[in-house]
């Protein structure tokens, strides 16, 4: 099985949980997504993951001036992206628990 395919599945709940912790820029969610191990997530992917969570409502943005290019659009979560994120994150476990118990390992 490819991690993309994957990937297309939970991408929006990585997002959210990466800016669970602090707020962020495109590039610097996917950084923090790629030091966690997600290697494989595209830049086009991230970026449009972060419109699209925007766009929902799940998200705020501010403009922070930068001294070495051009200005960065931050990102972080509101509370409907908290409450998402805690939604997504019970299904996930309770999906990831299904298919531990099916592929016969300990949850």
């Keep these: 099985m490819e991690i993309s395919q ?3 599945g939970v991408l929006d709940l990585a997002v959210l949980a990466v800016l669970r912790e602090e707020d962020g ?3 610097d969610v996917l950084r923090r997504l790629r030091v966690a191990g997600l290697q494989e997530v595209g830049d086009a992917s991230v970026y449009g993951t972060l419109r699209r969570l925007y766009k929902a409502g799940l998200l705020t943005s501010y403009v922070v001036p930068s001294e070495e ?3 960065r659009k931050y990102y972080s979560l509101n509370d409907p ?3 998402r994120l805690e939604e997504s994150a019970q299904t996930w476990r309770s999906f990831a628990t ?3 118990s099916l592929l016969g390992e300990a949850a």
């Design 98 to 100: 299904t298919m531990n």
């Design 81 to 83: 992206g908290r409450q």
């Design 6 to 8: 994957l990937l297309k």
């Design 69 to 71: 290019g051009p200005h």
């Design 25 to 27: 820029y495109g590039y």
